[in-house]
């Protein structure tokens, strides 16, 4: 999967719980997470042919998952802005 939002560069992203997430893509199908204020690991976001993700880790809540993961492929701003209709 490549990332739509920064071509497999690092990048920071904020949560809806004030959470920022350093995003760094690793060498597989996935992105290695680590909370930027602590300087922690906090999992890796896996994705498979098809678009779909999994969590591999125990911090982030559903919601952030689902945040970081829209990051990663672009979606976030489209569910920003349905968020923003409702």
């Keep these: 999967m490549r ?3 920064f071509e497999e560069k690092p990048t920071t ?3 809806g719980t004030e959470r ?6 690793d060498a597989g199908e996935g992105y290695r997470l680590f909370d930027a ?3 922690r690991y906090i999992g890796r976001i ?3 042919q098809d678009d779909h993700w999994i969590y591999d880790g125990t911090v ?10 829209g990051s990663i492929t672009g979606h976030q701003k489209e ?6 209709d409702l």
Excluded at 60 to 69: M, T
Excluded at 79 to 84: C, P, T
Aim: charged share 40%; hydrophobic share 45%; net charge negative.
């Design 37 to 39: 204020l602590e300087e």
């Design 46 to 48: 896996l994705f498979d």
């Design 79 to 84: 569910m920003d802005r349905l968020l923003k």
């Design 13 to 15: 992203a904020r949560t």
């Design 20 to 25: 920022w997430v350093r995003i760094l893509p």
């Design 3 to 5: 990332s739509k939002l």
């Design 60 to 69: 982030l809540n559903v919601d952030e998952q689902e945040e970081i993961a």
